[in-house]
């Protein structure tokens, strides 16, 4: 029998249950809540239907923002795996937590969230992808893929041990991750990060969803057939779905005699149905997390968020992957749920980082922010109460080059209306995009006379922000 069918059959609701001191810990926790911090891996915000997805539905990860917050302006600083992982747990850049780019191990003797959150009475675990290199540390209980992991059959590594699972890897995780929610002390509040490989290259469907979509065209983008004019390191990427998806990627031969437009469409049409059948999975999942906390009483008092490492190209510019500071992949989706303090249904849009995350996590367990911690806590914001002098730009910097995709190195600052970027290392490039008037950044302005003064205001703040965060990787401007 499942525990709500338990509680319906013995006449008691949830709530009441509840009420019991120390039956659902909320009596032990002194009224922290709980955190439940659910992250993908490349899920664009743009294949998210309370997103405006034209190209998909996600009824469970909807059920998030319908009774939370939907936040429509959340960037990365840096759009590529681990970097943003590190940034998530230290609240810190790159240049000062070191892992910079994909190649670095994580220094787990830093000070990290999980650490700090351990200390003041939390139970913590991580259950999926870590890969970060290094073992977790500030966890009481761990389970992670060893590096990317794989999606079929995966191998897991336990507190240290390495065991085989037979199944879908979107599947074990969440089973993993539900286990450890009724198995947890359950006299002290929990953070638990249940991080999924889904729906990272290359793409592998559960079985159940191998024909989702099968008798449908997914809609190209508006920039499908973009020429990169007056941009001259996105001309020089090795991301197009043109020519740069791998037989690995597209998992079948092109049907004969396809060519030209027809072959690049073929090629969308398979990469897309994959990513998005991994897709419906995690939110398959995902209801089954939020129908599990339903069930045990734990909505009231759980922090929940939905995020994803980075932001993608899904065909957008003809691409595939992250990386460029450029809107599909510095966005990333951030949903959160907590009905003590969050109005059901509200949207934000305010310039929100994942440099956030840490503080305001430790914001809602009562814990003060280290000074280190570059972040601001995102809980007046999630009230609707965003103070006055909350940020109206962001600094952001890649460095992963030359590399995987040859996406040049760059650094640069958005603000609510403009961007301005400066490609540099083996090329010395900037550009400047009015995303009012250009919100798909088709149209390169810098050294546009028309953009002149504002070009300087960028770069004051530009360097404002440089400073303020202390990267000095790269000499000033
Ligand atoms: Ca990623």
Not at 289 to 316: H, P, R, W
Not at 434 to 443: G, S
């Amino acid at each position: 029998m499942k525990r709500r069918e338990f509680l319906k059959s013995v006449g008691l609701g949830a709530a009441s249950l509840a009420m019991r001191p120390g039956v659902f810990g909320e009596e032990a926790s002194k009224g922290r809540p709980n955190i439940l911090f659910i992250m993908t891996d490349d899920h664009a915000s743009h294949a998210l239907s309370c997103y405006g997805s034209k190209i998909n539905k996600t009824p469970n990860l909807d059920r998030i923002a319908r009774e939370g917050m939907r936040f429509d302006n959340c960037f990365c600083t840096n759009s590529i795996c681990a970097p943003c992982r590190a940034v998530i747990l230290t609240g810190k850049y790159g240049h000062l937590n070191g892992v910079i780019d994909n190649a670095v191990q994580f220094d787990g003797s830093q000070l990290t969230f999980p650490k700090l959150l351990q200390k003041a009475g939390y139970q913590t675990a991580i259950v999926g992808k870590w890969h970060l290199k290094s073992d977790p540390t500030g966890f009481d209980y761990w389970n992670i893929l060893p590096g990317q992991g794989v999606y079929h059959d995966p191998v897991m590594i336990e507190m240290g041990q390495r065991k085989k699972y037979p199944g879908y890897v979107t599947d074990i995780i969440t089973d993993h991750c539900l286990r450890w929610l009724k198995e947890r002390d359950g006299s002290k509040p929990f953070c638990l990060m249940y991080h999924h490989k889904a729906p990272h290259r290359n793409w592998q469907p559960a079985e159940r969803h191998a024909k989702l979509y099968e008798d449908i065209e997914i809609p190209y983008p508006e920039t499908f057939n973009d020429d990169y004019k007056t941009r001259s390191a996105a001309a020089q990427t090795e991301m197009t779905i043109e020519r740069h998806l791998t037989r690995s990627d597209l998992k079948m031969d092109p049907p004969e005699g396809l060519t030209g437009e027809a072959l690049k469409k073929w090629k969308y049409q398979r990469y897309m149905k994959d990513y998005l059948r991994c897709v419906a999975a995690v939110d398959e999942n995902v209801g089954r997390v939020l129908d599990y906390l339903d069930g045990a009483g734990l909505k009231e008092n759980t922090v929940v968020i939905y995020t994803s490492d980075q932001g993608f190209y899904l065909g957008d510019h003809g691409w595939f992957d992250k990386r460029f500071m450029y809107e599909e992949s510095l966005r990333m989706p951030l949903l959160v749920r907590y009905p003590k303090e969050i109005k059901a249904g509200s949207v934000n849009k305010d310039m929100v980082l994942n440099l956030d995350f840490a503080p305001t996590f430790l914001d809602f367990a009562g814990v003060e922010k280290p000074k280190e911690m570059q972040g601001q806590s995102l809980r007046l914001p999630l009230r609707g109460k965003t103070p006055e002098d909350w940020r109206t730009s962001m600094y952001y910097h890649y460095y992963e080059y030359p590399a995987v995709h040859m996406v040049k190195r760059h650094y640069g600052v958005r603000t609510q209306r403009y961007k301005l970027i400066h490609f540099y290392h083996d090329i010395d490039a900037w550009e400047l995009y009015d995303l009012q008037k250009d919100p798909q950044e088709l149209n390169n302005v810098y050294g546009n006379p028309e953009y002149a003064a504002i070009t300087n205001d960028l770069k004051t703040e530009l360097n404002r922000l440089r400073e303020k965060y202390g990267d000095t990787t790269r000499a000033a401007i």
